[in-house]
């Protein structure tokens, strides 16, 4: 009673927050500078115009009488700056934009010359030389052109170009966890389940501009500590009256199609869009053959911009899909008729209002609903007719949540401050039942209704000491009331240096995180069956983790090189594990965790406009210790052996991705990647699998502005090798064969 009264009450006090405060939606930044000439002396009254390279987006301004603008709520992307005053050269230079960014820039202008040529910038700094975090931004281009990576089920564009980024047993792992943040124009889509879903989470052909960050957040970045990535989705801006058809099939009788349509004006934007995909191979099987894999999905998606008043945007993004699975089977399996399924619903709705009080005030409302369902239904027959006679599993699980979030952030002067507050209401509905297969026509069955909520608050703010140094601290109160009620307040603290003249930015970062735990619970029939497999059930407790962080980037002729260290210590560490035999998938936590790794990436400028190079690189270690503290108690001793740290199942030591992009003669690009994993833990360890590799490459060929053909080709040698065999969804997974397809791309304008 105590507890829902604690519940409610801060609920009350989000929701009229939420009425008196507007909030910053996370996915803007603001652009400032200086104006100057040789002599860096200030120019007033110099026009800039603001233009995204990938839409009709713009924004003027005009420098003051000490040569500084600043251009709020600039959402995150790729941007041509062009600055022109009479007597001086054109000013023209390209960058990008960080969400929650301010770097304070400088502008050059030369005096102008008899021929009144522009001055082309092609250095333009475009790195955020303020931020402690590890980030990677992938925009729409990129993500046309990597093999496979517009697939609604694949994550291509996460693991080629994040380091210590993986798929394993169905599941992204980044830096050795698999609890990750989605985040759409801002905007969390809340999940507290672990490792229920195995569909995705957002379709990458909607996507315009996505933020990964792995490291290093600020307080208002939340605190899925292993990965958050930013969606902001596509517009309209870039559409004028255009309907887009994508249609593409493949071996597997594969299939990923869309039709999307888009227009803007001066003061409304949208997008919308219809999507269908189906293979013979959705989920990694368990053994070369694909037996029993089938998976179908629709989705829909639309985006509406609306600019009321200058100073005013209305921003709504919604989303529902559904996806269908075969569990794959072995060969005994499919003689044994075992035909198990999985049935996934995903559907949410964000909404934002961004004010512009003055210039550097910056005030948001963002409301927002999620519902997720995923259900596990098993058949086969009575009695079974494989050897162990495993159950016949059913695990269904909705989950509602309910929220909102809202903070004020002030760029002003030295200082780009946020504060706010994000919480949200939770209720889940789960049924599992276990059936007996060896003739006792034995049942255990369970109905589970469970509510909960999250509430925080956070402030951070980034203090630019010097224009070579700047100094980020922040804090995140949480407060977690379910099954557990729990409290944490954690630090954020970081610092960027940039180096004068030579323009490497060192960095260094320490924080601590609290992610809340699932509201699953175990009792009744369930929890008898449980015993009889001589196994229990603890209370879920929040992860709680420590992070520290050193890294150095250093910019070479357009060329940016990174390297990181991170080491990662967490209590209560989040992981999954089956009932007995039942292929039903619950909740633990291991009482310890590390993760240490070194991180490397490399990202070269378009080389004469034609080719572009990248690498990423990760050396780390993945162990656990001590106990079982929370969830499916099925070994009460040490997890390891010797008392001490062992390899967690998802350990590997060495992953590499590197690959390019070119712009060939008549019209065709071209793309390859090449991976390689040193190779997972193999059973209970210490020994790993053996390395693997893949590459992949994709063609296109446009003829004209409206009409394209594609290819894509992914493991092209169709190389084959046992991935894992760890105890998660599905069991043992073999990789993906080699999978090849053709698209045809039209626009046309309606």
Known sequence: MERNFVFRGCVYLLLVAACSFPAFASIFGTVRGIVHDSQHRPISSAHLLLQSKNSDWKREAFTDDEGKFQCDAVPAGEYTIRISHDGFRDYLADFGVAA?????????????????KIEVSENAQSLDTTSSASQTTVTREIIASTPGATRANGLDLITDYTPGAYMVHDQLHVRGGHQVSWLIDGIPVPNTNIASDVGPQFDPKDMDVLEIQRGGYSADYGDRTYGVFNVIPRSGFERDREIELLATYGNFHQTDSQISIGDHTETLAYYASVSANRTDIGLMPPQPDALHADNNGVSGFTSLIFNTTPNDQLRLAASTRADFFQVPNTSDEQVANIRDTQHERDGFLNFSWVHTLNPGLLLTVSPFVHGNRADYDGFSLIPSLLPDQPPIPTDHNHSLYEGAQVTLAITTGRHNARIGT??????????????????????????DTSSGGLFTLFAEDQFRATDWLTFNAGVRYTHFSAGVVEDHSNPRLGTALRV???????????????????????????????????????????ETDEQREFGLTVPFRGWTMDVANFQTHARNFFDHDVLGNSNIFFPLSIERARIHGWESTVHSPRIRKLLDFYLTYSNQMIEGAGVITGGLLSNPGQLCDNGGFCYLDHDQRNTLSTGFHAALPWRISASANVSYGSGFLNGNGPLHFP????????????????????????????GRYLLDNSNTFGGTHWNYPRQISGELRYRFHF
């Open 100 to 116: 929650d960014s301010a770097p304070l820039r400088h502008f050059p202008l030369e005096l102008a010359s008899v021929t009144q």
């Open 422 to 447: 994000y919480g949200f209401a939770q209720q889940d509905h789960s049924l599992f039942r276990v059936v007996a297969t060896d003739g006792s026509d034995s049942i255990a069955s369970e109905t």
């Open 500 to 542: 004068p003249k030579l323009g490497w930015v060192a960095r260094a970062f320490y924080g601590r995180y609290y992610q809340a735990p699932p509201l699953t619970t175990v009792s009744g029939p369930l929890l008898q069956f449980a015993s009889s497999q001589g196994i229990a059930f603890l209370p879920l407790h929040g």
């Open 691 to 718: 390395g693997h590799r893949e590459a992949s490459l994709s063609f296109s060929k446009s003829f004209g502005e409206r009409f394209s053909l594609g290819f894509t080709a992914q493991n092209v040698s169709d």
